[in-house]
């Protein structure tokens, strides 16, 4: 059950925050997105050719769910940042089955015409401090990368930082199909996304 990078996360304390923070980073406007009712979550897009990055946050006009946000959103605090990376399989369940505790039990999620089951850890931290990344099985052909406007931004490396690289690297060697993706040894997690802008190289962390 092989592993491909999908979309990576701008977590933020509130969702126009995030998108100015993006905007004004890669000098291009943020799509629209949408809501996550199950998480009380809210995102904007920015499609990057075959993925996309996701601004998301709390949605502060929808009930707190019972259970803890995705990507430890109950817990943000700070200017928005890079926080996941996010992975398709064509078999969330093997995919899950390979992966370490703590990764999540799939939950069927839904946003307008796009479908998806999703691993969601139950205290919402993947593991590794969660630089693992989270794991995602659209339902159909639908993606939000076909249909986003092309602003001409294409992600050149998502580098990934970590104490732990090596049991990292090595728990995702042999299934992640990703020349993007580079995990590094060091003292603090870390996450750092290059992109090929209109505008010359820019870069979030």
């Known amino acids: 059950m092989s592993l491909t990078l999908d979309h990576i996360a701008i977590s933020a304390g509130s969702l126009d925050e995030g998108v100015a923070f993006v905007e004004a980073a890669l000098g291009v406007p943020l799509a629209g997105g949408g809501q996550h009712p199950h998480m009380a979550t809210h995102n904007r897009l920015l499609g990057l050719g075959d993925v996309y990055l996701e601004v998301i946050a709390a949605d502060p006009s929808a009930p707190r769910?019972?259970?803890?946000?995705?990507?430890?959103?109950?817990?943000?605090?700070?200017?928005?940042?890079?926080?996941?990376?996010?992975?398709?399989?064509?078999?969330?369940?093997?995919?899950?089955?390979?992966?370490?505790?703590?990764?999540g039990a799939p939950v069927s999620l839904q946003r307008g015409d796009y479908r998806w089951r999703m691993a969601v850890p139950g205290d919402g931290i993947l593991p590794f401090d969660n630089a693992y990344p989270a794991l995602i099985e659209w339902q159909g052909s639908l993606h939000p990368a076909k249909a986003l406007p092309d602003q001409g931004v294409r992600m050149t490396a998502l580098e990934i930082f970590h104490p732990d690289a090596e049991a990292l690297a090595a728990g995702l060697a042999t299934r992640l199909a990703d020349s993007l993706v580079?995990?590094?040894?060091?003292?603090?997690?870390?996450?750092?996304?290059?992109?090929?802008?209109p505008k010359g190289t820019r870069v979030l962390t």
């Open 65 to 103: 769910p019972a259970w803890p946000r995705w990507f430890d959103l109950d817990h943000f605090s700070g200017p928005p940042r890079l926080s996941n990376w996010i992975c398709r399989t064509d078999n969330l369940d093997a995919a899950l089955a390979a992966s370490p505790p703590g990764t």
């Open 182 to 197: 580079h995990i590094y040894r060091s003292p603090h997690k870390a996450m750092r996304a290059v992109f090929a802008t």
